[in-house]
């Protein structure tokens, strides 16, 4: 059974650019979640993902958009970056039925210059 | 305002010890607190989780203590060993589907010494 991937693994931008981060879902996993995580900080709800459409956010700008697609898997937008948006960016899915039971892919490192 | 507070901040405990993580929680909504172990550049891991429904679940060496009246729970992990050195998460959610997402702690710095 194949857990949780994302790619990149690393990325750098400079501020104000935009950037796409993507998510595959593990097998038989209907719902995905977004966390931000900063350096030695729990990771920050950005937003989740059921049946292509946007399930909950967090406190987080606009600028952070997302979609989900037919097989499950998923993509986090951000816009006009800034330096704070450094970060370690998880993504987790969920069982159908579960989703406050999250498994969480290894990351994508984002920095920003 | 943090919803989850999570202590200590870092933890050092001789191989064979007992570990213990606690955590607190203002939201009465909350329904389901899981905790996860994070090791550097990976992504936090599901270890054992729990509701409001039971006091205390065990799984091999890990063990949540829930107190529901006093907004705590706890992660007990016996005979400790080198590999369990790692970051460790409690986490929280609510509204039953998880939409509003979990709502992490700061994190504990567990070192097990051998």
């Known amino acids: 059974e194949t857990g949780v991937t994302q790619s990149p693994t690393h990325l750098i931008k400079t501020r104000g650019q935009q950037v796409t981060l993507r998510c595959s879902s593990q097998s038989g996993h209907n719902t995905v979640s977004w966390y931000q995580q900063a350096l030695g900080q729990g990771p920050q709800f950005i937003f989740q993902y059921y049946r292509e459409e946007e399930n909950g956010r967090g406190n987080f700008p606009p600028r952070f958009s997302g979609l989900q697609f037919p097989n499950y898997s998923s993509e986090l937008n951000v816009n006009a970056l800034e330096l704070d948006d450094s970060a370690l960016y998880l993504c987790?899915?969920?069982?159908?039925?579960?989703?406050?039971?999250?498994?969480f892919g290894p990351g994508t490192r984002l920095t920003v210059l | 305002q943090q919803q989850v507070k999570q202590s200590p901040q870092s933890l050092i405990v001789q191989k064979g010890g007992i570990s213990i993580i606690n955590c607190a929680y203002e939201?009465?909504?909350?329904?389901?607190f899981p905790w996860y172990q994070q090791f550097p550049g990976k992504g936090p891991a599901l270890l054992i989780a729990?509701?409001?429904?039971?006091s205390e679940k065990k799984e091999g060496r890990f063990t949540i203590s829930f107190n529901k009246s006093a907004k705590q729970f706890s992660l007990h992990i016996m005979d400790s060993q080198p590999g369990d050195s790692a970051t460790y998460f409690c986490a929280a959610s609510g509204r039953g589907g998880g939409a509003d997402g979990l709502t992490f702690g700061k994190g504990t710095h567990l070192i097990i010494q051998p």
């Open positions: 729990i509701r409001p429904d039971v």
């Open positions: 939201n009465t909504a909350f329904d389901y």
């Open positions: 987790a899915s969920s069982p159908p039925g579960g989703a406050d039971t999250q498994y």
